[in-house]
């Protein structure tokens, strides 16, 4: 079955850094990460060969510690033979995270991210499209 994008979904709790984390802590971050990707997906979907774009908004509870760049290898790879084929096939990815006290007034923000907006505790919302330049001016 094919996958349908745009794709959106929320993981729960701080990611973890490639440069940093422990294996058994990146492999249980990546392992969140598909889990919470397949939320909303078909039933033995079949990944995408498509070009991706792909968004992280990361919503910490406090003032992160590390930079914001580490977290995304991690979150990627475990998108591969799930969402995409490859992570090769992302063209685009755009990473911001907003502190508490630092969030951004969404114009129109899908009810996904005004869940993010609305959640307690630290969370990443994710958005992958197989549109590469949407947004593009």
Known sequence: MELLFPIEF???????????GRPESKNEWKT???AASSLGLPAGHSPS????????YYFPSEPMQGDV???????LDALCDHIYDDDAQ???IVVQRFEPGNVFGFVSPS????EALRHQ???????LSDDPFEDLI
């Not at 929320?10 to 940093?20: D, I, N, W, Y």
């Not at 505790?121 to 958005?127: D, I, T, W």
Request: net charge positive.
């Open 10 to 20: 929320l993981v729960e709790g701080t990611p973890v850094s490639f440069q940093r």
């Open 32 to 34: 969140r990460v598909k």
């Open 49 to 56: 060969n498509a070009r991706i774009a792909v968004i992280l």
């Open 69 to 75: 760049d580490n977290i995304v290898k991690l979150v």
């Open 90 to 92: 992302v063209d685009r």
């Open 111 to 114: 009810p996904t991210l005004e």
């Open 121 to 127: 505790g630290s969370v990443l919302y994710m958005r």
